[in-house]
């Protein structure tokens, strides 16, 4: 999902900016990424053409955070029977 907000810039600001005045579509940041634009509605607009960020999959990272998880149950897997174990030995010596 985009997060992207559609901001006026007024003319003092822009003049601090070195930009021109008008509605920018900006990232959370502020980071500008459309603009200038007339209108608010122009603006929007431009927004809702921006396609969504490719998600870039790794193999690699992929396989390493499976073999990752699959460590971290097999570890609780071990401390939960050591702990049945442990538990049972304590019963059977009572």
């Known amino acids: ?27 959370m940041s502020g980071t500008f990424v459309t603009g200038p634009l007339a209108s608010e509605e122009a603006c929007m607009k431009a927004i809702h053409l921006i396609p969504e960020p490719a998600k ?17 149950s097999i570890h609780a897997i071990a401390n939960a029977q050591a702990r049945s174990a442990y538990q049972i030995g304590r019963k059977v010596r009572v």
């Open 56 to 72: 870039v999959i790794d193999p690699e990272a992929e396989e390493k955070l499976a073999v990752a998880a699959a460590a971290k």
């Open 1 to 27: 999902m985009k997060d992207l907000l559609a901001r006026l810039v007024g003319e003092s600001e822009a003049k601090q900016l070195g930009i021109q005045g008008g509605w920018y579509g900006t990232k």
